[in-house]
C-alpha cells in the first residue's frame, strides 16, 4: 500500500459519520505539519486570487442592481426605503443587501463602486470560509486541495454575478459564513460541547433578510443545529431559537405595517408561488447542459465515495470509536449543504427560473459544493482531483452559452446584454448608461417638458416615441421597462415606474400574460398610467380603456391597496397595513382594465 493511502489516526471519518478517530499524533511517515499547512494554504490562495480576478475583470451593474442603488438613495435621502418618494414599495427582494450598501453611502462614497466591490469581497469570503471548513471538517493533515470550490471558480455565472450590483455576492458569502459556523460547532460536539453557539443561530436566523427562499437552508441549519445542541436541553434550544427568529420576526411586523405586504413586492410581481415546472426544467438545462456540470458532479460522487471507504479503513486500525450521538451529528452537518441544494433547486425550477442566465440556481450549485470544497490529496483521491481539474480547466476556457445575448425560452446572458447595448465592457457608474437606446431620451424629455408630465413610451412615426402627458398633480413620472437604468439617470423626485409590478404596485398586484417571460409577465397597459397620473390628454392611448381604468381604481380594494402605500404614515395606517396585510398579500385583480372595473377580484 502506498504511503500516501495509509490511514491517519487523528483523520476524522467524517462523510461516512459512523465512527471518530480520537485526535493523536501523527504517524512517522506523514508529512509534517508546517509542511502540509503550507501547501494548503498556497492552494487555497491560489483558488481565491483566481476567482477574485475574474469577479473583478467581470465587474458591472445589472439593470435590477441599479433598482436596489435607488432605494439606497432614497433611504440615505430621508425618504425611507422606497423606490420612489412618497410610496411605500419594497423594489428589492434582499433586505439585507440594501441596508449593507447604505452604510458605505453613510460616509459619501460611490453606492456603485460599493456595490461592486462589497459584492467581491463577500464572493471571495464565503468560497474562503468554506475552503476552511472542509479544512475542518476532514480534520486532516493531509494536503488539501480545492476540488468543489473549483465549480465556483471555473464559471462564468459566479464571475458575473459576483457584482451586478444585486445580492448573489451576499449569498455566498452568508453560506459560507453560516457553514463554517455550523463546522465549528461540529468540531465543538467532537471536543465533548461547549463554547458558545448563538453566533450560528445570528446568522442562520438573517436567510430570510438576505433572501427569502434561502430560508430552505437556513430551516436545514437549525436541524442539525438541534442536533449538535440538544445536550442544552429544551431550554436552551428555545433561547437559540428565539436568537434566530428575533430579528426576522421583527423586521417582518415592520414590512407588513410599512409596505402592508407579507412579502417582498418582487414576490408577487414575479407570482413566486405559482408553478411552471416547464420552463423551469428549461431554465435548469440551460445553465447544467451549458457547463457540463454532471461532469463535477459525478467526479464529486466518486470522491464522496473513495473518502468513504477511506473512513472506513481508518477506523478498521484503530481502537478508538465514537458514539453513537457523534456520528449521527456529523452525519446531519454533512447532509445540510446537500439537502438544502436539492431543496433550492427544486424551488427555482417550480418557479420557472429566472430570464438571467444561471443567476437564480447559483446558490444551490454553491450549497452542492460546499463538504467537498476541498478534500484531502492521497493517490487513492487523485483521479478525480484531476478529473475536477481537467473539467475546470475546459469550463474557464471554453464553455459559454449558445447565445450572445438573448437566448431561446426568453433567457438572456444579461451582462453580456447590457455591455452591448450601452457599449461599455464594465457599466458601472451612471455615465456608463447613457447610451442606453431608450431610457436616457425618455429621462430628457421629461426633464425638458414645461411642467409635471407622465413620460410614456408610445407609437411614433419612426418607432418608438416618448409621449408626454400633463400631470398637474402630480410629480414627474416616467415608465419604462429598464427602470434600474432609468431611476439611475432620473432624478429621486421623479416616480420611475415599470409595467411588471416590481416598483408599481398597480401593476403589482395585476393578473399576469399567460405563459409570459419569467420575471416580466405583468406587462400592464398603458391605460392604467395614464388613468392614475389625473392628466385630461389620452393621446396614443384608447380613451375607452382609461375610462375602465379609472372605474377600476375607484373600486373599494383597489382604493385600500392604493392608500397603503401613498397614505401619509400613522399609526392607524400602520395599525391597517399590519392586520391586512394577508388580504392585501393575496389581492389581485385582472390586468385588463374592462374586466377588472366590475371590482371582482380575479382567479
Not at 487513492?380 to 475536477?388: K, N, Q, S
Not at 436616457?440 to 425638458?448: K, Q
Amino acid at each position: 500500500m502506498d504511503a500516501s493511502d495509509q490511514p491517519e489516526p487523528n483523520e476524522v471519518a467524517t462523510i461516512s459519520a459512523t465512527v471518530e478517530v480520537q485526535p493523536a499524533g501523527p504517524p512517522p511517515s506523514a508529512p509534517p505539519l508546517r509542511r502540509t499547512t503550507t501547501w494548503t494554504a498556497v492552494g487555497y490562495a491560489a483558488v481565491l486570487a483566481g476567482f477574485a480576478a475574474m469577479v473583478w475583470h467581470r465587474r458591472w451593474m445589472s439593470d435590477d442592481g441599479l433598482i436596489v442603488l435607488r432605494t439606497v438613495r432614497q433611504l440615505l435621502a430621508g425618504a425611507g426605503p422606497v423606490f420612489n418618494q412618497g410610496e411605500r414599495v419594497e423594489a428589492n427582494t434582499s433586505t439585507l443587501w440594501t441596508y449593507l450598501l447604505a452604510l458605505p453611502g453613510l460616509t459619501g462614497a460611490s453606492l456603485n463602486w460599493s456595490a461592486v466591490v462589497l459584492g467581491l469581497v463577500c464572493s471571495v469570503a464565503g468560497v474562503g470560509l468554506a475552503l476552511d471548513a472542509a479544512r475542518r471538517l476532514f480534520a486532516s493533515e493531509r494536503w488539501m486541495v480545492p476540488f468543489g470550490a473549483l465549480v465556483v471558480v471555473a464559471l462564468p455565472p459566479f464571475w458575473d454575478f459576483g457584482t451586478s450590483g444585486l445580492e448573489t455576492g451576499l449569498i455566498v458569502g452568508w453560506l459560507g459564513l453560516t457553514w463554517w459556523l455550523l463546522v465549528r460547532r461540529l468540531e465543538a460536539h467532537r471536543a465533548g460541547g461547549g463554547g458558545r453557539a448563538w453566533p450560528v443561530a445570528l446568522v442562520l436566523g438573517l436567510a430570510p433578510l438576505v433572501r427569502p427562499d434561502l430560508a430552505l437552508f437556513g430551516l436545514a441549519v437549525a436541524v442539525a443545529l438541534v442536533v449538535l445542541e440538544r445536550r442544552r436541553g429544551w431550554r436552551g434550544i428555545a433561547a437559540l431559537a428565539a436568537v434566530a427568529a428575533a430579528l426576522p420576526l421583527a423586521y417582518e411586523v415592520f414590512r407588513a405595517g410599512y409596505y402592508g405586504l407579507l412579502v417582498p413586492g418582487t414576490a408577487l410581481a414575479k407570482e413566486a408561488s405559482t408553478s411552471r415546472w416547464r420552463q423551469g426544467y428549461h431554465y435548469l438545462r440551460d445553465l447544467t447542459d451549458t457547463y457540463w456540470l454532471a461532469v463535477p458532479v459525478l467526479l464529486g460522487l466518486v470522491a464522496a465515495v473513495l473518502l468513504v471507504l477511506r473512513a472506513r479503513r481508518s477506523t478498521a486500525t484503530t481502537a478508538a470509536t465514537t458514539t453513537t450521538a457523534t456520528a449521527t451529528a456529523t452525519a446531519v452537518v454533512v447532509a445540510v449543504p446537500w439537502v438544502s441544494s436539492a431543496l433550492l433547486a427544486a424551488y427555482v425550477t417550480r418557479v420557472g427560473g429566472d430570464f438571467m442566465h444561471g443567476r437564480m440556481l447559483l446558490p444551490a450549485l454553491f450549497c452542492l459544493v460546499l463538504p467537498l470544497a476541498a478534500v484531502p490529496f492521497s493517490r487513492r483521491t487523485a483521479v478525480p482531483v484531476l478529473g475536477m481539474v481537467a473539467w475546470a480547466a475546459v469550463s474557464f476556457l471554453a464553455l459559454r452559452p449558445a447565445y450572445d445575448t438573448l437566448g431561446p425560452n426568453w433567457i438572456a446572458n444579461e451582462r453580456l446584454y447590457y455591455v452591448v447595448i450601452v457599449d461599455r465592457p464594465n457599466p458601472v457608474v451612471a455615465e456608463d448608461f447613457v447610451d442606453h437606446p431608450v431610457a436616457p431620451e425618455g429621462v430628457a424629455a421629461l426633464a425638458g417638458a414645461p411642467g409635471p408630465s407622465l413620460a410614456l413610451p408610445g407609437p411614433g412615426p419612426d418607432g418608438l416615441r416618448w409621449w408626454l402627458f400633463p400631470t398637474p398633480d402630480r410629480p414627474d413620472t416616467i415608465t419604462w421597462l429598464n427602470l434600474g437604468v432609468t431611476g439611475e439617470l432620473a432624478p429621486l423626485d421623479a416616480r420611475v415606474l415599470d409595467g411588471v409590478g416590481l416598483t408599481h404596485p398597480l401593476a403589482t398586484h395585476a393578473t399576469s400574460v399567460p405563459d409570459g417571460r419569467i420575471g416580466h409577465d405583468k406587462d400592464l397597459p398603458p391605460e392604467w398610467f395614464v388613468a392614475d397620473s389625473g392628466t385630461t390628454e389620452t393621446g396614443f392611448v384608447d380613451p375607452a380603456g382609461i375610462e375602465a381604468a379609472r372605474a377600476a381604481l375607484a373600486c373599494p380594494a383597489t382604493q385600500e391597496l392604493l392608500a397603503s402605500y401613498r397614505d401619509p404614515l400613522t399609526l392607524d395606517r400602520f395599525v391597517r397595513n399590519l392586520t391586512g396585510a394577508v388580504e392585501r398579500t393575496a389581492y389581485r385583480y385582472d390586468r385588463d382594465p374592462r374586466v377588472a372595473a366590475e371590482c371582482l377580484p380575479a382567479d
